[in-house]
Nanobody, 117 residues
């Protein structure tokens, strides 16, 4: 069955870095756009970054220049490198897989990122 398993979250100080990973299985990873979303307490889930099957990327304005999304199709894994972390980056981060052609849409269970001194 389809699985998206996030890891790498935790507690980090402002200005620090974390690297999130999302290991995928159960579908043809290379054909899917992969995204990272986040949801802070009391707020709606928002798109953080997307990497398309061809490698193009886009980012929310709030993370441009600080976060980098990448993928390794050989490992069926997508990453989110987060640098210069800010307290407002605190949220549960979710991995998403989307294939626009079919509408297939999968979610991971989320990983908590807390940025605090």
């Amino acid at each position: 069955q389809v699985q998206l398993v996030e890891s790498g979250g935790g507690l980090e100080q402002p200005g620090g870095s974390l690297r999130l990973s999302c290991a995928a299985s159960g579908f043809t990873f290379s054909r899917y756009a992969m995204g990272w979303y986040r949801q802070a307490p009391g707020k709606q889930r928002e798109l953080v970054a997307t990497i398309f099957s061809g490698g193009n990327t886009n980012y929310a304005d709030s993370v441009k220049g600080r976060f980098t999304i990448s993928r390794d199709n050989a490992k069926n894994t997508v990453y989110l490198q987060m640098n210069s972390l800010k307290p407002e980056d605190t949220a549960v981060y979710y991995c998403n897989a989307l294939r626009v052609a079919t509408g297939a849409d999968y979610w991971g269970q989320g990983t908590q990122v807390t940025v605090s001194s």
